[in-house]
């Protein structure tokens, strides 16, 4: 294993990081066969139309890594950017529960995913606000794409309400918002 872990049972630790410097200790970890992992959540911000991607950190400074063995703690602190690691009041460092940090690991999932669909929902209520009933719009993609059609109403969960022709026959149907384009005034 590269020389930082002797043999033993795998166990979890904490390890105390410089700021900013999660991402390196957990490549510097990882060349080295020891799996780690720093929980964030993925943000993204429009300014001025640039779309930004950064990553907020839930804990800051810290870096759980999983060690095959017992690590060498000598050759783990060779790393330039580890400052040390949670210990116990005797001094040595503390392993940590595996099912504490299943629940800290499982965090950055369940928040992008809830992220994600807060995003989704604002996009779709952002395009229903820009259309009225009486507005015509058509398709952006699928079998009636470019086809027109007229906004009947919206409809309370952020979706549309369209009327078309289809074959001599008035239908009704709905639609998010987010599959539709405005259609442009003549004049």
Do not use: N
């Amino acid at each position: 294993m590269a020389g930082i872990v002797l043999p033993g049972p795998a166990r979890w630790y904490a390890l105390r990081v410089a700021p900013q410097r999660e991402d390196e200790v957990e490549a510097w970890l990882r060349k080295r066969g020891v799996y780690a992992f720093h929980p964030v959540l993925k943000r993204q911000t429009r300014t001025r139309g640039v779309v930004r991607t950064y990553h907020r950190r839930y804990l800051p400074g810290y870096v759980f890594a999983r060690f095959s063995g017992d690590p060498v703690v000598h050759m783990v602190m060779s790393c330039p950017w580890v400052i040390g690691a949670l210990c116990r009041a005797d001094g040595h460092w503390g392993v940590l529960e595996p099912s504490k940090l299943r629940a800290v690991h499982a965090m950055r999932k369940r928040d992008e995913r809830i992220e994600g669909s807060r995003a989704e929902e604002v996009l779709r209520r952002r395009e229903a606000a820009r259309m009225r009933a009486g507005d015509m719009v058509m398709f952006r993609v699928g079998p009636f794409a470019e086809f027109p059609c007229e906004v009947v109403e919206l409809v309370a969960d952020g979706g549309v309400r369209l009327r078309f022709q289809l074959f001599g026959r008035e239908v009704l149907v709905e639609s998010s918002p987010m599959d539709l384009l405005p259609m442009r005034k003549a004049g």
